[in-house]
């Protein structure tokens, strides 16, 4: 399994355009946001660069997560996980693997507008504080690890990236990563605090004035992840019987 | 399920499997001793894609059953007995072969070197090029040095020389000889007869998801022996020609008429001396599809044991 996971990194950082698409607009974004909106403080009292550079880390760790596991959908066109069948590999390792693969390709997105946020526009948290809004910003990308497989599942090889890239906008959008919550119409804001992209943002930005992490989005986040992960594996049992 | 070892590489037993109405797999039986070399013939839609899928555990019977050295396949593959090359199996095009077979190989318990199975399909060579950059002949010899990676007891060939050329067929043949010298069992599927005729110790002919016929190419062969001669012969008539020596049917279409011939030698002798004045005469042998219909009527219905 490790062999295949080991592959499946060789071939993403052998077609690099993939990535660096995926960190660079998220990184352009908030040098441009940061630059309009950074001064003063949200509402909630974080400092609007904090709240920015977690909305925009959020936005391109998931877009990453979730892209990788729209292709899935090319390589069971392609006919590779009847190939993979043909070996002793069973079918929940090439989704774990999968899975794997959509967390690690998160992790460029987040180190890079971190380091950006810190490096560049002066954003200043200690050390523990940066580890733990690192750390639970990509632990909240999990879902959509699930929720990219599962695109990947539902979608054709035509219709893979189409699909991937309104998932993950209606995910941005709504859950208030472009346009905060706060700001968003009532029944809009009610929505958004159903979604896991808000909470995945919410609690990383908690972390870094050294909040509590709220119980309900931890059970949306898990809620997500597990409807999410369980379609997947229903759906690819349901592949592998088909034909 | 319990290993039932019974000395067959392959038992398919009584195997049905139906899309709608279709029944693409309607009752096939077949046993396959180890060290066979077996070709599974059959004009496309014959049922052979959906009966070696279901042989490798791809896609599950509606009835019957299928045990791979009296294993389920599923059992017979994770043990590493089965190497399969698919019509649909796509590797990912992003990759090198050497690195594609090597990352198969892993996933088995014991496999050979992943260097010496791109040798013995004869695809050393291009190792370091990514899958997508190969010739069709390459990807299907990169696709048989998956199948052997395993070093498998039984092999399993979907249309294994689909989109290669004539040099390209004879070298994977030739790859093909080397590795069943040491005695080990292969089931492929082609609609080439030829490709059967040279290759197979036996020959399953397949129409409409059934077996109907089963013998050594020898015996296939005489089965779907004699010729065609078609002439365009000028103010005949069918009923005459139908006397002719050594035809067995006649068919016209305006002045061009078609003899289907057990000897086509002395229909055609004859035809000559009756009609001195036929004309553009050609003499072709059988198609696949004219063996289909000799042996299996126009229902193709009845099973013919060879």
């Known amino acids: 399994m490790s062999v295949l996971l080991i592959s499946e990194v060789k071939r993403i950082l052998r077609s690099p355009r993939f990535l660096i698409f995926t960190v660079g607009f998220p990184v352009v974004y908030f040098l441009i946001f940061s630059g309009l909106y950074g001064a003063g403080n949200a509402p909630d009292g974080t400092a609007t660069m904090v709240y920015l550079m977690v909305s925009m880390a959020a936005f391109g760790a998931i877009s990453a997560s979730i892209s990788t596991g729209g292709r899935v959908a090319v390589e069971r066109a392609a006919g590779w996980?009847?190939?993979?069948?043909?070996?002793?590999?069973?079918?929940?390792?090439?989704?774990?693997?999968?899975?794997?693969v959509a967390m690690l390709v998160a992790l460029p997105a987040l180190v890079l507008v971190f380091a950006v946020a810190g490096l560049v526009s002066h954003v200043d948290l200690s050390l523990l504080s940066w580890l733990r809004v690192f750390g639970t910003a990509w632990l909240g990308v999990l879902p959509f690890a699930a929720i990219g497989l599962l695109v990947g599942m539902a979608a054709t090889a035509d219709s893979a990236q189409a699909m991937s890239t309104v998932t993950m906008l209606v995910f941005a959008l709504l859950g208030g990563l472009f346009v905060p919550a706060f700001l968003l119409p009532p029944f809009l804001a009610t929505l958004a605090h159903l979604l896991p992209s808000y909470w995945l943002a919410d609690i990383a930005r908690g972390q870094a004035v050294g909040a509590a992490v709220p119980a309900q989005g931890v059970l949306v986040l898990a809620g997500w992840l597990l409807t999410a992960g369980a379609v997947v594996v229903l759906r690819y049992h349901r592949d592998a019987l088909r034909v | 399920?319990?290993?039932?070892?019974?000395?067959?590489?392959?038992?398919?037993?009584?195997?049905?499997?139906?899309?709608?109405?279709?029944?693409?797999?309607?009752?096939?039986?077949?046993?396959?001793?180890?060290?066979?070399?077996?070709?599974?013939?059959?004009?496309?839609?014959?049922?052979?894609?959906?009966?070696?899928?279901?042989?490798?555990?791809?896609?599950?019977?509606?009835?019957?059953?299928?045990?791979?050295?009296?294993?389920?396949?599923?059992?017979?593959?994770?043990?590493?007995?089965?190497?399969?090359?698919?019509?649909?199996?796509?590797?990912?095009?992003?990759?090198?072969?050497?690195?594609?077979?090597?990352?198969?190989?892993?996933?088995?318990?014991?496999?050979?070197?992943?260097?010496?199975?791109?040798?013995?399909?004869?695809?050393?060579?291009?190792?370091?090029?990514?899958?997508?950059?190969?010739?069709?002949?390459?990807?299907?010899?990169?696709?048989?040095?998956?199948?052997?990676?395993?070093?498998?007891?039984?092999?399993?060939?979907?249309?294994?020389?689909?989109?290669?050329?004539?040099?390209?067929?004879?070298?994977?043949?030739?790859?093909?000889?080397?590795?069943?010298?040491?005695?080990?069992?292969?089931?492929?599927?082609?609609?080439?007869?030829?490709?059967?005729?040279?290759?197979?110790?036996?020959?399953?002919?397949?129409?409409?998801?059934?077996?109907?016929?089963?013998?050594?190419?020898?015996?296939?062969?005489?089965?779907?022996?004699?010729?065609?001669?078609?002439?365009?012969?000028?103010?005949?008539?069918?009923?005459?020609?139908?006397?002719?020596?050594?035809?067995?049917?006649?068919?016209?279409?305006?002045?061009?008429?078609?003899?289907?011939?057990?000897?086509?030698?002395?229909?055609?002798r004859a035809l000559l001396v009756a009609h001195p004045g036929a004309h553009d005469i050609e003499v072709t042998a059988h198609g696949l599809e004219d063996a289909f219909v000799a042996l299996t009527g126009n229902a193709g219905t009845t099973e013919e044991r060879v």
């Open chain 1, 81 to 100: 996980n009847r190939q993979l069948r043909l070996t002793p590999l069973p079918g929940w390792a090439y989704l774990l693997v999968k899975a794997v």
């Open chain 2, 1 to 268: 399920m319990e290993i039932t070892n019974d000395g067959a590489a392959v038992r398919i037993t009584g195997l049905t499997k139906r899309y709608g109405p279709v029944r693409a797999v309607d009752g096939v039986d077949l046993t396959v001793a180890p060290g066979e070399v077996v070709a599974l013939l059959g004009p496309n839609g014959a049922g052979k894609s959906t009966t070696i899928d279901i042989l490798l555990g791809l896609s599950m019977p509606d009835d019957g059953e299928v045990r791979l050295f009296g294993r389920s396949p599923r059992q017979a593959v994770t043990a590493g007995l089965v190497g399969a090359m698919l019509q649909s199996g796509g590797f990912p095009e992003d990759i090198t072969a050497g690195e594609l077979v090597a990352l198969l190989a892993a996933l088995y318990p014991k496999a050979l070197d992943p260097a010496e199975a791109l040798r013995r399909a004869g695809v050393a060579d291009v190792a370091t090029q990514r899958f997508g950059r190969l010739s069709g002949g390459q990807r299907q010899r990169v696709r048989f040095a998956a199948a052997l990676v395993c070093d498998p007891e039984l092999l399993v060939l979907d249309e294994p020389t689909v989109a290669m050329d004539v040099t390209a067929r004879r070298e994977f043949w030739a790859a093909m000889r080397t590795y069943t010298a040491g005695g080990r069992t292969v089931l492929f599927a082609t609609h080439y007869l030829a490709e059967a005729e040279e290759f197979a110790d036996r020959v399953v002919l397949l129409r409409a998801g059934r077996v109907v016929a089963d013998g050594s190419v020898a015996q296939v062969r005489s089965l779907a022996a004699g010729r065609v001669v078609s002439a365009v012969v000028p103010g005949t008539d069918v009923d005459t020609l139908q006397g002719l020596p050594g035809v067995t049917q006649v068919s016209a279409q305006g002045d061009r008429i078609r003899l289907s011939c057990t000897d086509s030698d002395e229909a055609l």
